[in-house]
């Protein structure tokens, strides 16, 4: 099977290719136009600043080419982030392939710590034979490390809470997102992450 992970100015990406690794899979780290229109999937992971990235991806107009992807792919994290319409971040316009925002978290309690770091309990809305939640039941733990959210809306296929709920995880067309991050998650984000590369 062939694989990409897109390349740009992200951090966290290793953690990716060893999360694919030990699935037996041996991706391509690429921000050549032409080998993610051919691969077979494509993932979207990352850590960083909205701006920044969006800047880096229009520079070398993977905005166009990742918008026109039709094979399936997986966005983790900022990159869940910046398949959305806009950020509150550095107020970027993003990808738009979901029509809404991501906005940041406002800790209305002491206890309430940004960036929300940790493991969280997931519910999942969209459990179905092909998806990427297949044969995980209702709810799992999983990991997350982030500062912006994306409000529940009607692409939300799993939600956790944090200050408030939030949209855990995407699903539109050929595009599936995780707000958290599926490499760093154990059994349950192996899972994940077969049920995606089986799809």
Not at 25 to 45: G, M, Y
Not at 85 to 102: M, N, P, R
Not at 132 to 153: A, E, M, N, Q, R
Request: aromatic letters at 10%; proline letters at 4%; charged letters at 25%.
């Amino acid at each position: 099977m062939n694989v990409a992970i897109v390349k740009y100015n992200a951090g966290n990406i290793r953690s990716v290719v060893n999360g694919l690794n030990r699935l037996g899979i041996e991706p391509l780290l690429t921000d050549d136009a032409d080998a993610l229109r051919k691969a077979d999937k494509v993932l979207f992971p990352g850590q960083g600043e909205a701006a920044t990235a969006m800047h880096y991806l229009r520079e070398h107009h993977l905005d166009e080419v990742i918008k026109n992807l039709t094979q399936p792919v997986l966005g983790i994290c900022i990159g869940q982030q910046l398949l959305c319409k806009h950020s509150e971040e550095g107020d970027t316009d993003c990808l738009g392939i979901f029509d809404t925002d991501v906005r940041r978290f406002q800790p209305s309690r002491h206890e309430d710590k940004v960036p929300a770091m940790g493991w969280q309990d997931i519910s999942i809305r969209q459990n179905t034979e092909n998806g990427i939640f297949k044969d995980l039941g209702d709810s799992v733990y999983t990991y997350f490390v982030h500062s912006y959210y994306v409000p529940l809306c009607k692409w939300t296929i799993a939600e956790a809470d944090y200050i408030l709920p939030y949209s855990a995880a995407l699903h539109k067309d050929n595009f599936w997102t995780t707000q958290f991050h599926p490499e760093k998650s154990g059994d349950v984000g192996a899972r994940i992450l077969k049920n995606f590369l089986a799809l």
